[in-house]
């Protein structure tokens, strides 16, 4: 099954971004992961829309969403909560009205940063909108991770065993939890 992983962050050395390299490698091989970028999707104007006339990466971005299985939002706290890059691809995908990307589609959340809280109020606030785009988000394991600063090596690769634990049975926990709710395992 083929999933969207979105990246909260356009930082060149994002941890976020090195997180989600590092799911997609650690992914059961049931599961292929795919980033889908954000960074280039203009900021939603609901005229767009209206007006019959959506730019063209909205257009290929909702495309392009509706071909996967599920999505995981890696996401760094921005102000206890997600960064606008991410939000404003969750609007662009719920939109029109009534052909919302998102809905019933399984998802998952990662919040990563440097503090000790490992960006808990962008995981939950990120959660809130879920709720309401209909996204069953995978309740357990809860992916908080912090100390973000001393995980990768100089190449980006993760140098921690215990996270690298920790993520290898989050993606598992995903495998069942995307299988379950798209019937797939019944
Ligand atoms: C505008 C802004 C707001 C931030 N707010 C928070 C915050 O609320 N909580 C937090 O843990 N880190 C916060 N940070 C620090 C980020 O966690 C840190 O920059 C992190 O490396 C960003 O994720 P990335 O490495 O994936 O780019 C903030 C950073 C920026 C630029």
Redesign the pocket.
């Known amino acids: 099954m083929k999933v969207a992983v979105l990246?909260?962050?356009?930082?060149r050395?994002?941890?976020?971004?090195?997180?989600a390299k590092t799911l997609a490698a650690l992914a059961p091989a049931s599961l292929t992961l795919e980033i889908v970028e954000i960074g280039d999707l203009p900021i939603y104007n609901q005229d767009g829309d209206d007006d019959g006339k959506p730019p063209a990466a909205w257009t290929t971005f909702r495309q392009r969403i509706r071909g996967y299985e599920g999505v995981i939002f890696?996401?760094?706290?921005?102000?206890?909560?997600v960064?606008a890059v991410l939000k404003n691809a969750i609007d662009v995908g719920s939109r029109p009205y009534g052909q919302s990307v998102w809905a019933g589609k399984p998802g998952a959340v990662v919040s990563?940063?440097?503090?000790v809280?490992?960006?808990f109020?962008?995981n939950h606030h990120l959660r809130q909108s879920l709720v309401f785009l209909d996204v069953p988000a995978m309740q357990q394991p809860e992916a908080y991770i912090g100390g973000?600063?001393n995980l990768f090596d100089a190449e980006g690769r993760l140098s921690s065993e215990r996270t690298r634990e920790f993520l290898s049975r989050f993606m598992e926990a995903f495998a069942v939890w995307l299988g379950t709710n798209t019937g797939v395992i019944k």
């Open positions: 990246v909260g962050s356009l930082r050395e994002s941890f976020s971004r090195k997180t890696v996401t760094p706290e921005y102000n206890r909560s960064p990563v940063s440097p503090g809280i490992g960006g109020g962008a973000a600063t």
